[in-house]
């Protein structure tokens, strides 16, 4: 199947590259140099597609991702970082469909201990080390539709937040879950015995109550106990708002340039 004939670089993104370059004259080495130094074959993010909706569109952001990592190693005549690049693309529909970015930290470390990742590393300077202190091993791209539309949108790209992805530092997502786990168990136990108590309190007050103040102490335990329910759910919005550090926006045409930097 042909690929689509996408122009991979915009005008509208030039200066905003240029001042990233100024700012950081040795990246176009530093990829290399890794690779040699470290006896690895591959550099380049791992990609997680989140968003299964428009199949022209993914082939479009794919196809802009590859367009501004070829002009990179072009521009910086890095021959051998160019022949070693591998954008790796997982995708699964059934399972990754507006997948929240502790899913795919999962699937990750999963890919890096267990998959594909771990047999990249073997031989190298890194073996047998299960967390190497390279970005391709470290950090991945999330792709969702949010990130999705900033890019193939021309209208969003434009913008000055727009025309990114998520880049997310897996070990620090996973390091979250991991206290959280912990602190959960004595918030369900403080909850339970705030629960009693108040049942307890409510019972005694309604023991010496009659008439309308009884119907008012009901309705307002019925009323405190629909809060305490929604309190002690786990609230996916406030998840995201914890995670929200561990993940960042990063433009798309200066994703090369970040692999360099971590």
Known sequence: MAQPNFR?????????????????????RTIEEA??????CQCG?????????????????VALV?????????????????????????????ALDDADI???SHRFKDWVERGPGSQEIQGSAYSPLWHP????????????????????????????????CKVVYADQVLLLEREREKLHPWKVIQD???????KNELAAALASATGEERARLRMKATLRQDRFSRESADDPDVVEENLSDLRK???????VDLYAEL
């Open 8 to 28: 991979p670089f915009s005008t509208h993104v030039q200066k905003e590259v240029e001042d990233f370059h100024a700012l950081h004259p040795r990246t176009d």
């Open 35 to 40: 690779l040699k130094h470290y006896r690895l």
């Open 45 to 61: 993010f791992v990609i997680f597609r989140c968003t299964y909706r428009s199949q022209y569109k993914w082939d479009k952001f």
């Open 66 to 94: 590859k367009g501004h990592a070829r002009e990179y190693c072009e521009k910086w005549e890095v021959e051998s970082a160019r022949d070693c690049l591998r954008w790796t693309i997982i995708e699964d529909a059934a």
């Open 102 to 104: 502790l899913e795919t």
């Open 133 to 164: 202190d390279c970005p391709r091993y470290n950090w991945f791209v999330h792709v969702d539709e949010e990130s999705l539309e900033s890019v193939v949108d021309d209208v969003k790209a434009k913008e000055k937040d727009g025309y990114f």
């Open 192 to 198: 339970a015995e705030c629960e009693k108590q108040c």
């Open 249 to 255: 926006r990063v433009r798309i045409d200066i994703l």
